[in-house]
């Protein structure tokens, strides 16, 4: 995740493509193995029959035989053809780790970390003494199948089973339609890559262009096509006790949302005019949600302007102000969180079944989760800026949508949220704060809701509130000395007056 000028999330900076996650693709069963292997085999076609057993393992000649006739089978369901060939490469779980897991998440600098840690203790999904992106290193050490290098134009395709082999062709289906887009359109010039929510709109295109292809290809496997290992798959490794849902559930709306929007701009006028979209591809995650809402200009910018005083650094990154923006995907897995986290396990703030979707009991494969959760409804714009003191640090988030009534709705579900996670209000300064004395979060929260605008201020203490952020309120002064010895009698002692910064419009 690289961050720009004012921004504060990106893609990596080689523009991997991570395939498909835990929890999308059946358990893996495939053994055996083979070495890295080439690329595709001229003249394939894609009803072209393989005498290939991938539990036996593959040879060179094998895995480049089944990629050779993928390639054909992509462009079949496609509707592009192939510039060039793409290396495969077959790596085991623990391969990946060692390998790779610093590729599909980037180290950033201490100002970008600072940024990305803010907007993610801002949803509530890490506290202040965790580090967002290892905990992304973490999860995907548990659930990437495969990845796409533009730079170098191959995959990397990871197995459960050791010595490495090919479990089924769907997750290489997947990744050879990232290697097609990028031979069309050249990946690392689509979308704004600047923020989280440009990266999950952008990838929404990207990922559900792949996942659709992908889905089709499943589909013919076991009626028109024989395919390779279908009976086992490559499904990705079980997840472990740490496993952070919540992050997860982040970065997951490219893949549970993403077909959705390719298939209903495709069924308006066919691959071109998803092929179209990569000249203008979607900015916000909630166009993806949303598919109807793309290019009518119903979104914004939120406005932030900044009012800490002097001891409070708004923090930069390359010399520039950062900024983040978390957009629905972020509001969305906030909210479903609180049904997955162990700090609570016996509330929740939505349901389960709200942003869940079951088929049979089982996850639906071609839309998982949900993210048109009730509570982030509406979204127009956010923006968030976080600053630091030493070794402290604060943000400021204003969040706005499209009507006063869908900011109520949020007001509510984000009290709700504070609530979840062991916050208590106090009146300071004829206002409410939140603090958090035990669980994994601490500090004040203040909120003010401003017509169809929030904005949210968290600071270390409550006194530092108004430090951050002027508009928030600040604690009555207690009485000095002086005025304690001339109180009399101790029963009357005058009450110091409030104090503080006039109210200011939120987001102002």
Partial sequence: MKTRPVAAVALVAVLVLAGCSAGYQPAASSESGSEPAVSAEPGATPDGGLDVDAADGLTDAELEAV???????VETLRGLEFQEDVGVELV???????????????????????????????????????????????????????????????????????????????????????????????????????????????NGLVEGDALVVQQAYERRCGSEWDCVGTDGGSGGGAVGEDFH????????????????????????????????TYDDPPVTSAAVVEPATYGTGVYGEATLSDRSDRSWDRVTVDGEPAGATVGQAGLASMFAYTFRDDYAPNRSVVDRS??????????????????????????????????????????????TFRDRENASEFERGHEQVLEHWGGRSRTVGGETVWTFDDGPFDGAVWVRRDGASLTVVKAPTVEE????????????????????ATATPAATAVTAPKVGPAPARAGA
Avoid: C, K
Wanted: proline share 5%; hydrophobic share 35%.
């Fill in 67 to 73: 990629v050779g006739r993928a390639m054909a089978r």
């Fill in 465 to 484: 509130l108004s430090e951050v952020y002027a508009p928030a309120p600040a604690p009555a002064p207690a009485a000095t000395a002086a005025t304690a």
């Fill in 354 to 399: 709200a942003f869940v979707n079951l088929e049979n009991g089982r996850l639906d494969p071609e839309r998982p989760f949900t993210y048109d959760v009730r509570y982030a409804d509406g979204w127009y714009a956010d923006r968030l800026h976080a600053y630091e003191r030493g070794d402290e640090t604060a943000y400021v988030w204003n969040v």
């Fill in 245 to 276: 849902f919540g992050v997860y559930y982040v970065g997951f709306l490219p893949y549970a949302e993403g077909p959705s929007f390719v298939r209903h701009h495709r069924q308006r006028g066919g691959w071109d005019a998803v092929d179209a």
């Fill in 92 to 202: 085991t779980r623990e391969e990946y780790r060692e390998e790779y897991g610093g590729i599909t998440v980037e180290n950033g600098s201490g100002a970008e970390r600072t940024v990305d840690n803010a907007q993610f203790e801002a949803l509530f999904l890490v506290g202040p003494d965790e580090d967002v992106r290892e905990v992304r290193r973490d999860n995907r050490g548990d659930n990437v199948l495969g990845f796409y290098r533009p730079g170098s134009g191959d995959i990397v395709l990871v197995s459960e089973s050791e010595p490495a082999t090919l479990g089924d062709e769907f997750t290489l289906a997947h990744e050879l339609d990232h290697a097609l887009q990028d031979q069309h359109f050249d990946l690392s010039t689509v979308g704004n890559r600047s923020t989280l929510d440009g990266v999950n709109a952008r």
